[in-house]
């Protein structure tokens, strides 16, 4: 859970909110831009920062 809400909290600073399924031992991120309807460079970047968080 703390990753999963130290996620959220960066999400919210961005203002750029994953799909985030937490189930127990595991949490599984998808990134991905609703304007585009696809994958942008923000979300590689954001994807990196959410590795960091491990």
């Not at 595991?26 to 460079?41: D, F, K, S, Y």
Request: contains cysteine; proline residues 2%.
């Amino acid at each position: 859970m703390t990753f999963t809400n130290r996620l959220g909290e960066i999400a919210e600073k961005e203002d750029h909110h994953p799909s985030i399924l937490t189930e127990w031992g595991r949490v599984c991120v998808t990134w991905w831009t609703h304007t585009v309807q696809g994958l942008h460079i923000n979300d590689f970047i954001i994807a990196s920062r959410t590795d960091r968080l491990i």
